[in-house]
């Protein structure tokens, strides 16, 4: 295998592996989200606040993974 296959099969894995916990973490979060909503519906506002923080920092681990993944691309 020549360097440059490695290279882009860590790209590929790193991508990969950092997609999953962030996808499972959003879909989680939404979940839990509904249901607090099904069961307190006055606390909407805390719920949704609490939601998209939490929603954010998921997101941004994918976004490290992006970047992790450009570094070891372009190096």
């Known amino acids: 295998m020549s360097s440059d ?3 882009m099969l860590a790209v590929a ?3 990969a ?5 962030p996808a499972l973490s959003v879909g989680n979060i939404a979940s839990k989200a ?3 909503l099904g069961r307190n ?4 506002s805390s719920i949704r606040t609490a939601m998209i923080l939490g929603l954010a ?3 941004a681990i994918a ?4 970047v992790v993944a ?4 372009f190096t």
């Open 5 to 7: 296959m490695i290279k």
């Open 13 to 15: 894995f790193t991508m």
């Open 17 to 21: 592996v950092g997609a999953i916990g």
């Open 34 to 36: 509904v249901e607090a």
């Open 41 to 44: 519906p006055e606390a909407e």
């Open 57 to 59: 920092f998921a997101e």
């Open 63 to 66: 976004i490290y993974a992006l």
């Open 70 to 73: 450009l570094i070891l691309k």
